[in-house]
């Protein structure tokens, strides 16, 4: 059940993943505010085989994803589909699961990385 809210990104696009149900239902007045989760990412990137621990923060309101940022930095372009953010930083190319709460990168085909993220 701990996940069940971030199913609902792809039910309702990504902004409604963590949506509370008095802001999903409409019974809050602040419901056109962004709202905001945080992810923790471990993320083992290989070949070096290291766990690097990643910070994401997906800033939504009722309709869609409006901000993203990954270690505190805010990611500038980011696409969604269904369930999964899509981004870059630096050399890195991102894909954040928010359904299925994992990541997945790789630097142009040097390295990659995945693992798992839990709402921090």
Known sequence: ?????LLALGMMTAAAMV????????KNKNADKTAEVTLVCEAVYLPARTTWTRTVRIGY???????????GV????????????????DNERIQ?????????????????AQGRCERG
Not at 61 to 67: E, G, N, P, Q, S
């Open 74 to 89: 805010p990611v500038y372009t980011f696409s969604v589909q269904e369930t999964v953010i899509l981004t870059a930083v």
């Open 1 to 5: 059940m701990k996940g069940a809210g």
């Open 19 to 26: 949506a509370a149900p008095a802001v999903a239902q409409g």
């Open 96 to 112: 954040i699961d928010t359904a299925a709460q994992t990541w997945a990168s790789d630097f142009r085909g040097q390295a990659t």
């Open 61 to 71: 309101d009722k309709k869609r994803v409006r901000a993203v940022h990954i270690d």
